[in-house]
């Protein structure tokens, strides 16, 4: 049985943890048979997995940037992310857990002192264009870089009071160790939906906040949800009026993080985790037992 995960062009913290929480959830479970492909952490339920391949899904998402797959006897459903999962795909919410991250509850909960008032977790893409780092930097906030190791960023996440967090995982995993958290509305309209699934599951009420880009290109594509390859032409005036845009706009998401930090932060019920990880430990033993490791 061979762990699936979404790998992009960058390390991401969220597609990772699955190689660092789901060998200790499942032990001595894994190899590079890919006749079974495990889905876990991340919106990983999509319609192009291969259909002679067995899909064992537990607590993973659709996440809407496929279609929704074709569920057929080649799909083995133990549990999902969350009720918009269940929907899209046509299941009962009896299916529902949360997002199998939420396990670093029981496997990961090392604790640590708390070094930083606040933290900040950009979306990886974010960080390719946004200067993060300058803004963190103005707003006296930790910068958590998504790509960084696994181990580097749940060390982060532990050590902070509060986490500001534009990454799905960020926030999960918080939730999940008991850090309060800040949701900032995704600047890519496409990471929107899954938010909404893994929060339904937690019986989260949530409401991120629009906070100002660092960059003139997560600017444009927060307002326009198109790309901004135009700001890579040689055109002398568009070189210069992309560098003064990207020489000011740090200084207005210093700000912008800064209005975020006196937001209350938000955690979800210590009952509804409690149901979230029992659901997920059930789902774990099913697939134990039917798998017979």
């Known amino acids: 049985m061979k762990l699936y995960y979404y ?25 590079e048979d890919d006749l079974t492909l495990f889905l876990a952490i991340g919106s990983v339920l999509f319609d192009h997995h291969p259909q002679q391949a067995l899909k064992v899904v537990f607590g993973s998402g659709f996440g809407q940037y496929t279609a929704a797959p074709r569920l057929d006897d080649r799909w083995k459903l133990y549990c999902v992310r969350g009720p918009l999962t269940a929907q899209a795909l046509g299941l009962d919410e009896r299916l529902v857990a949360a997002d199998a991250a939420v396990l670093v509850n029981r496997h990961l909960r090392d604790e640590v002192p708390k070094r930083f008032k606040f933290s900040y977790i950009p979306h990886w893409q974010s960080l390719l264009n946004g200067n993060w780092p300058k803004a963190c930097e103005l707003a006296n906030v930790e910068l958590i870089d998504p790509r960084w190791p696994v181990d580097r960023v749940l060390e982060m996440i532990r050590a902070s009071n ?17 850090v309060p958290w800040v949701p900032v509305l995704p600047f890519h309209r496409s990471h929107r939906f899954k938010w909404s699934d893994w929060a339904g599951a937690l019986m989260i009420d949530l409401k991120p906040y629009a906070t100002f880009p660092a960059t003139l290109h997560d600017l444009w594509v927060s307002k326009t949800g198109r790309d901004g390859n135009w700001m890579s032409s040689k055109n002398g005036l568009v070189q210069l009026a992309v560098g003064a845009a990207n020489n000011v706009l740090p200084h207005i998401a210093a700000r912008g993080l800064q209005r975020l930090s006196e937001m209350e932060p938000v955690l979800s019920s210590d009952v509804a985790l409690a149901k979230a990880v029992s659901k997920l430990e059930d789902a774990a033993d099913r697939i134990r037992r039917d798998f017979h490791r």
């Open 7 to 31: 790998r992009s062009t960058a390390p991401n913290f969220g597609d990772d943890l699955n190689n660092v929480l789901m060998p200790k959830v499942f032990p001595r479970f894994f190899d």
């Open 162 to 178: 509060t986490v500001i967090t534009e990454a799905m995982h960020g926030a999960i995993v918080a939730d999940a160790l008991r």
